[in-house]
């Protein structure tokens, strides 16, 4: 297939500075959980993402000097020769494809706590670290700042060595160069603080001395906020921001322009709409005459032209949309938008850096795995026999496994008991704000409606005869789990029998039903993470008063990890439902409920018409028991093989349901053993 015509602007070669990207498309910085501890992982994930198109690849977040240390968040590192010798395993595989290779060069001030260097951290000023560790950064002296600029310069010198196309100076996300352009933080009296010139000396001066040291073959890139935090909401953008940008426009070669607040730069699908950076960052390109990217969650090629030709941006920046599709921009060139697996704003792979391990991604399985596992995003080994498979389940983890067996070229039958494809997903897409995690469904039965060799029955409840009786040599159950109705969690370690009258008490899958609660219902969240406060304002949306309980400190404590617990929490305090945290629901008799504080022996009554458990999930793997016991007693000689994945094996979140169900189309009838031994990272490896 060829690329309609109203995209070529997107193909377009650009140059920036001394080098010339070969199309728009512009893989900003972003973590991924690996960085300095897993290189040879980094370097094959960010390869594919070239192969896919990207026409600039870019690493995460690169220490300049040990005294910027992230662990446990794996950040990467330019500080020696080894380090360039690292890095350069990214920029070969980058180059391999005609991308460039840029690295954003990172100092880390009151961001980073330096627990593995031990490295006193330096400040704009002596301030607490921005982490919450228990730690304040030394207000740097002119020596400190001399010593800064020299670790930035020699970094950029071993960046270029290293193969590197763009250095970045990387001024926002609240490290060390951001707090030197705050007006609230820098309140230094000396060169460096005070006026907009002042404040603005030291990116000034690391721009120039990036340029005087690498300029002739690198780029110079600079990522800075088009806002400071104290606009408002009709003007987001001071005097003074504008100012800075007005006396830095045309100093590097390149722009790329975030916002303020991470948390609506990186807003989940909930809260924050895609391209919606746009109002905050429009005016930069009119302040200079250098490229502009910024990121904005962007998946419709129709989007991506309309930023370009409003002249908002030069580049489509991304990092989701480039961990749910690496390959998103040559499916646009071959004209192959419908294949697009678009990002649903999740943010499951933020959760990988949080956590300090390698991301993961709910739309794309192979995300993190393209060097542990040699998971290809696109590619996938075909089918080892004339063999039929048996799907039973259509959700996440049946209709992924379905995708990718009918890939690899199996004859499938998909089963599924209700009337609509998507399980789990496709109940959750209909509760607020959460429409985007349709995708998860689109992107696969898009694919699946494509093969011939994939036969759909909906409306089918099969028992193990029905199972047994099709006769497919490999049957896997991907039936899924429910939501318990007996308290059963992290805060009761057994079943409660003290949760009165059953018709007074819900679970999500009554909501999801239609049977909801009236009155006052107490939303009971033992779970911790979206659910829980989800179903509360959907419940609130119907009318019902809520009052939320949690035995966490926080509403959604889980939602760090995704940097959604502060708007969660938010949201709700807003809707007026009143929120109970660090209590645990201990009894309920149909008029009111007694709530136990977890740290002390007290304990406080509520009134209530109705609970809703939001606790842990049973897993509907009687289908699978079923066979199973009848496959024991049957001949060896001609029985199908049986496994269970997803939910139904251990409830999870829907990218573990979407990674089990491709797993096991790719282990199917090969012989990777079903093992953890799998690479850890090549650096490691004894050979
Ligand atoms: P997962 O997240 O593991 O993919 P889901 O709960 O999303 O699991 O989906 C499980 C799907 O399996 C649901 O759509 C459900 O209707 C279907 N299902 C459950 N039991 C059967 C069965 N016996 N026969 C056919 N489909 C079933
Ligand atoms: Fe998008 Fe979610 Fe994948 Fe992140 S994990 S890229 S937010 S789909």
Not at 134 to 144: E, G, K, L
Not at 161 to 178: E, K, P, S
Not at 579 to 603: M, N, P, Q, W
Request: hydrophobic share 40%; aromatic share 8%; glycine share 8%.
């Amino acid at each position: 297939m060829t690329r309609d015509p109203r995209y070529d602007i997107l193909f377009e070669s650009v140059r920036i500075g001394p080098v010339e990207a070969p199309n728009r498309f512009y893989q900003v910085p972003h973590c991924n959980g690996m960085g300095l501890l897993r290189p040879r992982m980094v370097a094959e994930m960010r390869g594919i993402k070239a192969e896919g198109g990207w026409g600039v690849v870019c690493t995460e977040y690169c220490s300049i000097h040990p005294s910027s240390d992230d662990l446990p968040q794996p950040y990467a590192s330019l500080w020696n020769q080894a380090d360039i010798k690292t890095q350069a395993l990214m920029t070969e595989k980058v180059h391999e494809y005609g991308a460039l290779a840029g690295v954003e060069l990172w100092a880390g001030g009151a961001g980073s706590a330096n627990l593995m260097t031990r490295e006193v951290a330096l400040g704009v000023d002596s301030m607490p670290n921005v982490g919450g560790n228990p730690f304040q950064t030394r207000a740097m002296d002119r020596q400190d700042i001399r010593n800064l600029r020299r670790w930035h310069r020699d970094a950029a010198l071993r960046a270029r060595d290293a193969g590197f196309d763009i250095v970045y100076v990387y001024a926002t996300h609240a490290y060390l160069l951001a707090h030197f352009l705050s007006p609230v933080h820098n309140r230094r009296t000396d060169e460096y603080g005070g006026s907009v010139e002042n404040r603005v000396r030291l990116v000034r001066e690391l721009i120039e001395e990036t340029k005087d040291a690498v300029g002739d073959t690198c780029a110079v890139a600079v990522r800075m906020a088009a806002d400071d935090g104290t606009g408002t909401a009709e003007q987001p953008v001071s005097e003074d921001r504008r100012e800075m940008f007005n006396i830095l426009a045309e100093l590097p070669d390149l722009w790329d322009v975030n916002v303020f607040n991470y948390a609506h730069e990186m807003g989940v699908s909930r809260f924050v709409q895609e391209g919606s950076l746009e109002k905050t960052m429009q005016y930069v390109k009119s302040v200079t005459s250098k490229p502009v990217v910024t990121v904005g969650r962007f998946t419709s090629p129709d989007t991506m032209v309309s930023q370009i030709r409003r002249g908002i941006v030069d580049f489509i920046g991304a990092a989701r949309p480039s961990i749910a599709d690496p390959f998103l921009p040559r499916k646009i060139d071959e004209g192959r938008t419908e294949d697009i697996r678009e990002c649903i704003g999740c943010n499951i792979c933020y959760s990988g850096d949080s956590l300090g391990v390698p991301i993961r991604c709910t739309q794309n399985p192979t995300m993190g795995e393209e060097w542990r596992r040699g998971w290809h995003p696109e590619r996938i080994q075909p089918k080892s026999s004339d063999a039929t498979v048996l799907v039973v389940g259509a959700g996440p983890a049946g209709l992924e496994a379905t995708r990718a067996l009918g890939q690899r070229g199996y004859k499938l039958m998909l089963a599924e008991a209700s009337t609509e494809l998507g399980g789990r997903v496709a109940q959750e897409c209909r509760l607020p704000g959460l429409a985007e995690w349709g995708r998860v469904i689109d992107y696969r039965v898009q694919q699946i409606q494509t093969m011939p060799n994939v036969d759909i029955f909906l409306d089918n409840h099969l028992d193990a005869e029905d199972a047994l009786s099709i006769g497919a040599d490999h049957i896997v159950i991907a039936t899924g789990s429910k939501w318990r109705a007996d308290g059963f969690g992290r805060y009761h370690a057994k079943p409660c029998p003290d949760l009165g009258p059953a018709e007074q008490v819900f679970t999500p899958n009554d909501i999801f039903m239609g049977r909801l609660p009236e009155g006052r219902a107490i939303v009971f969240d033992d779970d911790h993470y979206y659910m829980g406060p989800v179903l509360a304002e959907a419940l609130v949306a119907q009318g019902v008063e809520v009052c939320f309980v949690t035995p966490e400190n926080l509403v959604s404590a889980w939602g760090v990890m995704t940097d959604e617990q502060y708007q969660t929490q938010q949201r709700l305090v807003q809707l007026g439902v009143q929120i109970i945290t660090a209590h645990g629901l201990d009894e309920f008799d149909g008029g009111k409920a007694r709530l136990s504080c977890v740290y002390s022996d007290r304990s406080r009554v509520v009134k209530a018409d109705a609970v809703v458990l939001v606790t842990a999930r049973t897993p509907v793997d009687g289908l699978y028991r079923e066979i199973s016991g009848q496959l024991e007693s049957a001949d060896a000689e001609s029985v199908p093989t049986l496994r269970k994945i997803g939910d139904c094996d251990a409830p999870a979140i829907i990218a573990a349901a979407v990674y089990a169900g491709h797993r096991y189309a790719r282990e199917l009838e090969t012989d990777v053993a079903q093992t953890v031994d799998v690479r850890h990272d090549k650096l490691s490896d004894p050979d």
